[in-house]
């Protein structure tokens, strides 16, 4: 009887020390920047197209001056601002430093940044209802049922530009208005997903993974001319040899 009381301490113990040595805590800590990065990617996405659109060829071999005081309230002007500069300089145009060192100056102009969302939705929307006046019967909550619910976010862009002569106030270019779209869809079908597709995307993903396009387009990669790597040479100097990808692995 000793013997198996011993057991029964040794045994118990053991279970102690093991739960002592496996037990354990762990957090994480999460957080949310104020702007999500769908929010961003639409509008960034829809600079790029608007001002990929843009004809910046008769500025070619003027030194210029781009003038964003216009789009200083615009959300993300910074990386319009840039993006202009970028597609200028890459027109064969010189990029003065101030307005006094240039010789023409490039006015911009934003009509629209910013984003759209609409919802679909097939099933039951969430109600609430009333409390029952006299009785201790509370409002209740009825969460939403859905069958097939789609939601769709779009980036909006539009911009415009004109060039003077600084010297002669004469107008000498004018881009006309240029409108860039962005999009992204969530789709839930029978409570299952998001199936996430958009322009936005590189991918249709399914719950985050990669999935076959099934609702939508897909696609950013590509779609711009801002978003090719390019290598300029210098005015005098010899282009670079262009540089090749690695062929892919078998």
């Not at 113990?13 to 093991?18: E, I, M, P």
């Not at 789009?71 to 003065?96: E, P, S, W």
């Amino acid at each position: 009887m000793m013997t198996a009381r011993c057991n029964t301490i040794i045994l118990r113990t053991v279970v102690t020390v093991l739960c002592a040595l496996f037990s354990g805590c762990g957090t994480t800590k999460w957080s949310d920047t104020s702007r999500t990065a769908t929010e961003q990617l639409l509008i960034s996405n829809a600079i790029d197209r608007a001002v990929d659109r843009v004809d910046f060829s008769p500025l070619c071999r003027r030194k210029c001056f781009v003038k964003t005081d216009s789009i200083a309230q615009t959300i993300d002007h910074d990386y319009m601002a840039m993006t202009v500069r970028q597609q200028i300089a890459a027109a064969g145009a010189a990029l003065a430093a101030s307005e006094a060192d240039a010789d023409f100056i490039v006015e911009v102009r934003s009509g629209a940044v910013g984003t759209d969302r609409d919802e679909f939705l097939v099933g039951i929307p969430a109600l609430t209802l009333p409390a029952i006046p006299g009785t201790t019967i509370s409002g209740a909550v009825i969460p939403e049922i859905p069958v097939i619910k789609r939601t769709r976010q779009q980036g909006i862009a539009k911009l415009a530009l004109f060039a003077y002569n600084k010297h002669t106030g004469q107008s000498i270019w004018s881009s006309g208005n240029n409108r860039g779209e962005s999009t992204a869809k969530n789709v839930w079908v029978g409570g299952l997903g998001p199936w996430t597709t958009g322009t936005i995307r590189d991918a249709a993903t399914f719950a985050g993974q990669p999935v076959p396009v099934l609702f939508g387009e897909t696609g950013q990669t590509g779609n711009s001319w801002i978003d090719t790597p390019q290598v300029f040479p210098e005015h005098g100097q010899p282009a670079p040899p262009p540089v090749l990808a690695p062929p892919p692995r078998k």
